[in-house]
């Protein structure tokens, strides 16, 4: 997987400068010189012309402007000010000028003379002894198992009950029946487990690695293993969250995949619509403790994609969160108001763009029970079916379930799971490619752009499959990072205009709504994590738009691009930016943040390699990379389908051995297959980097250096989703190369370079926080080491780019983008994107009055949802 993102990203909160911390600093005179003797030092010249661009004139870039940030704040006679502040003020001169009204010494006895209190470092993380992490572990892994001890028995005796069945209609019947009390099952669990061990959620924190925090994993990880995840979209889902303890509304829509585990603290009122990969889990891991709250929506609320909403947040009837927007702890949008940004601020974009239709509570509940009657009567019974028919038709399966467990050792066997694995691996990849470039183009006839249709009908249905085909992440994840990528797009459907073959002009994850309305100009780059949101929806409708991203643009990481964005040719869209839906058409410019601001579009040192990427010097070093690029692939193909003969090898030695062992050999394969699947590829990761260490790059992305890269990325790595929250997942990031510490709690962390990344002892990682050590722009690749100190915590989605450390006992807020080169202190608390140093806690309540806010606006939304 390919982690992108532009040079020029910077960091800043959006304020203005501020002061010294002490509440006083220099003239403006003497700001000027301090700060041009620093910056001097740091560019390693004699002197720096007060009036001097920092990019045009001085030639620095963003990890320099950030190493002078650093500097200054490490300097109590100068005020801080972040790397916004050195966009807008891009000089000495204008800098010390800024700086000027807040760094005046102030007249005695004057307002102004009154200092501000600092704010109290926070406490210190009370680290849990290893006795009760190594105790946890234990537990969860004793819990793992008996699960799928029960879980197997039940499969193996609904199977023999199936295959006991004689003719088509028989077995049909029996895999209706089987299946259903299977999902029923699988479904009730959690509900029955939530309200045995947890009864009703209440505001509370306790300890990770305890107890009560072994029952919250396990209510948890039921919650994410149920059957229910695939209604999502379906009113059905609303309907399990109701049993689960949440207080939600008619008419409510919930598009986000993100399945919320303290759901009695979740209100949603009516009508309102959550769209996809927004968080509202109600919990949040903080210095090493579980905290649990309330989120609250009212009524005909609308919130955007990619937001994260903290404990404790509100949002009022009628009011909107944009799109790569979050709510920290203790924010509330009132009534009516529309809010975007991280943190979120007052805005006035109308997000919901798509009018109301027709959809009472009849269409809903007939699209709710025909889902499930097609779930239970047409794809599980075929899947079991198709199993049993698999088990019957292929020869090796039935050879092996007569056999001795002596023959699991014969050459016969290893040439069964030979066959068997390449043809069930291959066949996949073909007929799976045929469909997509088919299927998706007929359901595709049923819709016009820009039409407005209501949800919960056929054409709802039809465009849900179209996005759930065309978003498959295996196809993207084998051509991404290539040339090839190019011509698999275009086939799905994208309009990529003239292309200009990069050899890099796709990541490996790609997402969109319909691939039929999704347009790319000429010579534009997209970077790993591109949502393109060419589907709108409101409460009872949606429509789809075609959203067009303009030609010579670069795209970084993690954004979300929507139908109508206010961007024309070559912009730099940076890592996490909101990109905008109002005012002016950008060209030529970067964009950072969210809001966004603009930034220079590129800066020197990204122009180095630009000689290679024109005429017979790319010709020839793209022909080379084209031919890394397939052996990359082919070699991970063979990975995968060595990976897949393994499995089908353990398949077969349980048939042989099931006749011995009986029902403890369904138990033990999953517990198997998970540990071999961790172990296999963390071997096959350390093989490609030769079981050394990356090293700090920057090069052309037609240099060998970086094809190494791509190749890494592409190691499968979706299964370390299945430890989070757990010791076991420590372990595995150490196989990586991970330089971790001890009795760290990782709840779904990402770390893309594993052997440039150092994480401290008891560090705390929520859930969606990812620490890349990388990033590109254009032709211009760059690497390097992050560290976090002990103690450290990321917030809920928060993104740490490379060259970053963070000081022990240091805070990121949730959402937070903290750019290349930053150095937070020891214990201090940043929040932001993108982050810069707040006064409060980040994710903190700001004040009592705050809190009041939020538990009225929570009381608030209850009754309108109990209205």
């Known amino acids: ?311 404790d947040s509100s ?50 509940a007939c699209f709710a029970v025909c889902g499930l009657l097609q779930m239970l009567l047409l794809y599980l019974p075929l899947t079991v079916g198709g199993v049993y028919m698999l088990v019957s038709a292929i020869p090796a399966f039935g050879k092996w379930l007569s056999r001795q467990a002596d023959g699991i050792t014969s050459t016969e066997f290893l040439l069964d799971a030979l066959v068997v694995s390449a043809l069930l691996f291959f066949g996949f990849v073909v007929v799976g490619l045929a469909v997509l470039m088919t299927v998706p183009r007929l359901l595709n006839r049923l819709f016009e752009p820009d039409r407005v249709y209501p949800l919960y009908g056929f054409r709802y249905a039809a465009h849900r499959a179209v996005a759930r085909m065309t978003n498959l992440r295996f196809y993207a994840w084998l051509f991404g990072d290539s040339s090839y990528i190019v011509p698999y797009l275009s086939g799905l459907g994208y309009d990529l205009s003239r292309v200009e073959q990069t050899g890099s002009n796709f990541g490996t994850e790609v997402a969109h709504e319909t691939p039929f309305l999704v347009s790319v100009g000429s010579g534009t780059m997209v970077a790993d994590g591109l949502s393109v949101l060419n589907a709108e929806y409101s409460s ?69 390699f630009d000689h290679l990427r024109s005429g017979d010097e790319l010709r020839l070093r793209l022909t080379a990379k084209n031919r890394y690029n397939l052996r990359s692939m082919a070699l991970m193909l063979l990975v995968r389908w060595l990976h897949a003969f393994f499995l089908t090898a353990f398949g077969l030695a349980s048939l042989t051995l099931y006749g011995t062992l009986g029902h403890l050999v369904v138990a033990g394969y999953l517990a198997v297959t998970l540990g071999f699947s961790a172990a296999y590829y963390a071997l096959v990761e350390r093989c490609v980097i030769r079981f050394g260490s990356l090293r700090p790059e920057l090069c052309s992305i037609y240099d060998r250096r970086f094809w190494l890269h791509e190749r890494l990325w592409k190691v499968p790595s979706e299964y370390l989703n299945l430890f989070n929250g757990t010791p076991f997942k420590n372990l595995v990031w150490r196989m990586l190369g991970v330089r971790l510490g001890r009795r760290v709690f990782d709840d779904g962390c990402y770390m893309t370079e594993r052997t440039l990344s150092t994480v401290g002892d008891d560090c705390t990682l929520n859930a969606g926080s990812k620490i890349q050590c990388h990033s590109q722009e254009d032709g211009t690749f760059k690497s390097d080491h992050s560290t976090l100190g002990t103690g450290c915590t990321l917030g809920v989605g928060a993104h740490v780019h490379y060259g970053v450390t963070l000081g022990d006992g240091a805070q990121l807020a949730a959402d937070s983008f903290l750019m290349k080169g930053e150095e937070v202190p020891p214990y201090a608390r940043w929040g932001g994107n993108p982050a810069a140093e707040s006064p409060d806690a980040p994710g903190e309540p700001r004040g009592v009055q705050a809190a009041v806010a939020a538990e009225a606006s929570s009381a608030n939304g209850a009754a309108a949802t109990a209205g």
């Open 540 to 608: 009872t409708s949606f429509r789809v738009s075609r959203a067009t991203i303009g030609a010579h643009n670069f795209l970084g990481n993690n954004i979300a691009f929507p139908a109508g964005a206010r961007t024309g040719e070559n912009c730099l869209l940076a890592t996490k930016v909101m990109v905008p839906l109002d005012g002016e058409v950008r060209s030529g410019v970067g964009l950072l943040g969210s809001p966004s601001f603009e930034i220079p579009r590129t800066v020197e040192r990204d122009t180095r």
């Open 1 to 311: 997987m390919v982690e992108k993102s532009a040079d020029t990203l910077v960091s800043g909160p959006g304020a203005s400068p501020a002061a010294g911390r002490d509440g006083s600093g220099p003239a403006a005179a003497d700001t000027e010189r301090e700060l041009a003797t620093v910056l001097a030092d740091l560019l390693h010249l004699d002197d720096v012309a007060a009036d001097s661009h920092f990019f045009t004139g001085l030639g620095a870039n963003s990890m320099l402007m950030a190493q002078f940030c650093a500097r200054v704040r490490k300097r109590p006679d100068l005020p801080s000010f972040s790397m916004k502040d050195i966009y807008r003020h891009p000089s000495v001169r204008e800098l010390a000028a800024a700086l000027a009204p807040a760094g005046t010494a102030p007249v005695p006895g004057s307002a102004a003379a009154t200092a501000t209190p600092a704010a109290a470092p926070p406490a210190p993380v009370v680290p849990a002894s290893t006795a009760a992490y190594v105790l946890c572990g234990a537990v969860q892994l004793l819990l793992f198992l008996g699960y799928s001890f029960v879980s197997g028995l039940a499969a193996a005796r609904g199977y023999e009950w199936v295959s006991d069945g004689s003719g088509l209609i028989q077995i049909y019947l029996r895999s209706v029946a089987a299946v259903s009390a299977g999902f029923f099952g699988l479904c009730a669990f959690p509900v029955a487990a939530k309200w045995i061990l947890i009864g009703r959620w209440t505001p509370r924190e306790f300890p990770v690695w305890s107890a009560a925090y072994l029952r919250f994993w396990l209510v948890k990880v039921l919650l994410h293993a149920n059957p229910m995840i695939l209604f999502i979209g379906n009113p059905l889902y609303v309907l399990y969250l109701r049993a689960l303890g949440a207080r939600i509304g008619p008419g409510v829509t919930i598009l986000s995949r993100t399945v919320p585990v303290c759901t009695d603290l979740l209100t949603i009122g009516a009508g309102t619509v959550v769209r996809k990969d927004s968080y509202l889990l109600c919990y949040r891991a903080h210095a090493g403790r579980i905290q649990t709250g309330r989120v609250t929506l009212g009524r005909d609320v609308f919130v955007g994609e990619k937001t994260v909403l903290d404990i």
């Open 315 to 364: 949002i009022g009837d009628g009011a909107q969160l944009g799109h790569t927007s979050c709510l920290y702890r203790g924010q509330a949008v009132p009534d009516g108001q529309r809010w975007h940004g991280s943190p979120a601020q007052p805005a006035e974009t109308d997000y919901l763009r798509v009018a109301p239709a027709r959809c009472g509570t009849l269409r809903r």
